[in-house]
């Protein structure tokens, strides 16, 4: 079931829309009323209502305030702005903190009872991606290690994301795939891909290519010897077997080879450059 606060500063108005709201046929179990922004802030903060039904024009403040502190505090709250003034710019800030719906006044039960299914549809999907998430993090307890499940307010696809880079960074020469990591975190492939690019700005094998070259880089700078053949250990350090693919990725992170980079330290550093 569902809650419901519908805020309008025209009693008349205000009522009309409680009585045209079909509470069966829409899983409501209440209905809050609210004659000011302050007034639905503070039953708003008080009932956590699920769908929060609002004017735009109030004599203090606005609809739109009223949606930005919802929006502060729950992004997920179903919010339908009702008001006479069709004007565009209402909308757009409406759609910037993610109000579901645009209704204006007079408004027939037809497009309100439609408004409020379409929040309750959207909510249920909420509550089924939040049992998902539930199930992903209760899967994946087993793989993290206790400093990660203390962490359990975060997003479980964040947790999945974070793990995986501390294993990189603890040892980037694993061999690591978007398959293997899919199964041991019991998602799909492309939603890890998703989420990994989401959240680091890089696809899962680009992220690994940043950072086993940052690390080549590291051990090739503390070298003093700049032959191929010390080039070819630190590729296999950092999870290369093929050098010459170890040396075009190189080009591409650092813009320039794995012998220009050592010789460019160097000459930095005022050393001799020992070469083949």
């Known amino acids: 079931m569902y809650t419901i606060l ?23 179990s209440e209905i809050f009323e ?31 305030d009223l949606i930005e502190y919802i929006y502060s505090d729950n ?20 759609l910037r903190f ?41 899967s994946t307890t087993e793989v993290l290690p206790n400093s990660w499940r203390e962490k359990a307010d975060l997003n479980p696809s964040e947790i999945i994301v974070n ?16 398959p293997q990591l899919a199964e041991t975190y019991h998602i799909s492939e492309a939603y890890l891909s998703h989420v990994f690019k989401k959240q680091t700005g890089k696809s899962l094998m680009n992220y690994i290519a940043q950072i086993r070259i940052e690390k080549a880089s590291q051990l090739i700078a ?18 290369y077997e093929d050098y010459s693919y170890f040396v075009r990725v190189f080009k591409k992170v650092m813009g320039m080879s794995p ?8 000459q930095e550093r005022g050393e001799y450059v020992e070469e083949d």
């Open 222 to 239: 503390m070298s003093s010897n700049g032959s191929s053949g010390k080039f070819y250990v630190v590729a296999q350090q950092v999870g």
């Open 163 to 178: 793990k995986v880079i501390e294993e990189l960074d603890r040892d980037c020469a694993q061999k690591i795939s978007l």
């Open 75 to 94: 992004p997920n709250v179903c919010v339908v702005l009702i008001s006479a003034y069709s004007d565009f710019s209402y909308a757009q800030h409406a």
């Open 34 to 64: 609210a004659v000011t922004v302050q007034e639905a802030m503070e039953i708003y903060d008080q009932k956590k209502p699920d769908i929060v039904l609002t004017d735009i024009c109030f004599p203090t403040k606005s609809g739109c």
């Open 6 to 28: 519908v805020a309008d500063d025209e009693r008349w108005i205000r009522k009309g829309i409680v009585k045209m709201i079909d509470c069966e046929k829409n899983q409501i």
């Open 259 to 266: 012998r220009e980079f050592h010789k460019k330290i160097m």
């Open 98 to 138: 993610h109000a579901s719906n645009y209704l204006l006044k007079p408004v027939s039960k037809e497009k309100l009872n439609q408004a409020i299914k379409e929040c309750r549809e959207e909510l249920r999907a909420l509550e089924e991606r939040a049992m998902h998430k539930k199930q992903v993090l209760g």
